[in-house]
């Protein structure tokens, strides 16, 4: 299948200067790459735990505002589909203001979302309140904390994102019991608003994405200039007598310059001091400006200019791929609580519920698969390609499964297998580069969030029409059976270009 970035024909490697600088810095692959770690593990339970338990919520809301399931399914659609659609528009905030500050904003926003939508009248206020705002501060959370983490790892990268990743399978058992347990004792908005106030702690996991420092002093070469000067010098030094008798010639000089500045203060003291806070504001203004307009630069590039990132074929197939993914792993989670309750499954099910199977078993494959994809003699692609198949072959068999027994089995397995979500990045960045991984894994997470903006209410509005939800599984897996198909042809595609053109140079086939 795939073997490497070369063998596909892309050449996107990163500046070999850069790389020999981040291979060198003490925290790549140690130190305080594991809190980054830490901080993408807590930021995937606050943020993908909480959406994948959302299932528990949306019975509350069909109970409570009495709307179609199709409607009502737009709630937790809307969410997860602008966590992930806004991606590329987060790269943008992460070129201009960094990832640390980028995740601190997305943790308020998420918090006022979840406070606010306690509040709400109607299923349309939820839209706002909920699926934008809150969907809006998750991924302003979300994607800082992935790529934070490939900046910070080199060898052992799939290992890395295994780890931080499983916090959405802790994140989807935990929060699932918990949102249970708040909604039975407090209400369903009592329970939006306590986790409004758990979600602050993003703005923790924001502040702990430290940027990697540039290059030290003591590595600066002996024989050339120093890398900085301090602030207060000016001049060279000088050393020996020479060097002391000028400084002492300029001292009279200097007082006079001195008492000529004091005796202008004293004329105007107000002056200088409406000037200064006018230089002040002016030049913060000016730094903030170019510090925006490089930004602005470098995301257009990445995405529109020379550079850009759809001039890769395989990367697009990879998107193509991404538009039917996600809904097929979103759907259960969503409608699987009320799919239990129409198999009259419900007392089984609340001893231990179905997508806690699929959490656990989240958990177990993101880590396993993260620590096989890293092995010499296994290509991440071909774990990445495998997880796929048992997947679609999972989805395609639920819809047949009447018992709990069956359905454990089924959500084992597509718990586990979707465990690929964590080799996600390391496939990212095999394909374009860890130059243009921030910008590629954006729009690779936007089409997993149209996926996941259409994939729930349209199994509502499936059920609406059929009163079953089969045809909304077989549809979806049908549809993902075809990104995968599409993804495979690629390579094949390539070859047959590379042979016609050596039949075309003359050269034999």
């Known amino acids: 299948m795939y073997t490497s970035r070369e063998d596909m024909g892309y050449d996107f490697e990163d500046d070999p200067k850069a790389k020999k600088t981040l291979k060198s810095h003490p925290d790549i692959d140690g130190g305080w790459a594991w809190m980054m770690v830490l901080s993408s593990f807590f930021v995937h339970i606050l943020v993908m735990g909480s959406q994948m338990a959302l299932g528990v919520l949306n019975v509350e809301w069909l109970e409570e505002f009495h709307q179609s399931r199709g409607l009502t399914a737009w709630i937790c659609s809307l969410s997860m589909g602008i966590t992930l659609i806004v991606g590329p528009f987060i790269g943008l905030f992460i070129n201009t203001c960094g990832c640390r500050r980028t995740a601190i904003l997305g943790g308020l926003v998420n918090s006022l979302g979840w406070v606010l939508s306690a509040y709400a009248a109607n299923v349309q206020t939820l839209f706002i309140t909920f699926g934008v ?7 302003m959370a979300y994607l800082p904390a992935v790529v934070m983490v490939g900046r910070y790892f080199k060898k052992r990268r799939a290992l890395a994102q295994g780890l931080s990743t499983t916090g959405t399978g802790f994140g989807t058992f935990l929060m699932t019991i918990l949102l249970k347990y708040l909604c039975a004792e407090y209400g369903w908005r009592n329970a939006m608003f306590i986790q409004g106030a758990m979600s602050l702690n993003l703005c923790v996991c924001g502040a702990l994405m430290r940027p990697l420092s540039p290059g030290k002093v003591e ?10 000067l301090p602030a207060y010098s000016t001049e060279p030094v000088k050393s020996g007598p020479l060097g002391m008798t000028e400084e002492q010639d300029r001292q009279p000089e200097n007082e006079e310059n001195v008492c000529d500045l004091q005796a202008q203060e004293c004329q105007g003291q107000t002056h200088p001091r409406k000037n200064m806070c006018a230089f002040r504001v002016l030049k913060t203004v000016s730094q903030i400006t170019v510090r925006v307009q490089k930004g602005f630069g470098d995301w257009y590039s990445g995405y529109f200019g020379t550079a850009s990132l759809f001039t890769n074929r395989m990367f697009v197939a990879f998107i193509f791929w991404a538009l039917f993914a996600y809904s097929s792993f979103v759907i259960p989670f969503i409608h699987l ?25 989240h958990i177990f494959g993101k880590v396993i698969l993260g620590v096989v994809a890293d092995l010499p003699c296994i290509s991440v692609w071909n774990v990445f390609l495998m997880a796929n198949f048992t997947l679609v072959f999972s989805i395609f068999l639920l819809p047949s499964m009447h018992t709990y027994a069956s359905l454990a089995v089924i959500c084992a397995l597509i718990g586990f297998s979707s465990g690929y979500f964590s080799i996600m990045p390391v496939v990212t960045e095999d394909l374009v580069g860890t130059e243009h991984l921030a910008n590629a894994y954006g729009i690779i997470i936007c089409a997993n ?3 996941a903006l259409l994939g729930p209410p349209f199994a509502g509005w499936i059920f609406d029409i059929t009163q079953k939800y ?40």
């Open 133 to 139: 705002a809150a969907g809006l501060g998750s991924g």
């Open 219 to 228: 590595n600066c070469p002996r024989e050339e200039e120093p890398c900085a």
């Open 337 to 361: 609580p009320e799919i239990v309750s129409l198999y009259n499954l419900s007392e089984q099910n609340d001893v231990f519920p179905l997508t806690s199977i699929i959490a656990i078993l």
């Open 449 to 451: 969030g149209i996926s």
């Open 470 to 509: 089969d045809f909304s599984f077989y549809i979806c897996g049908l549809l993902y059976m075809v990104g995968i198909l599409f993804l495979l042809i690629q390579p094949c595609i390539r070859k047959i270009k590379q042979s016609r053109r050596k039949y075309t140079d003359g050269a034999p086939v």
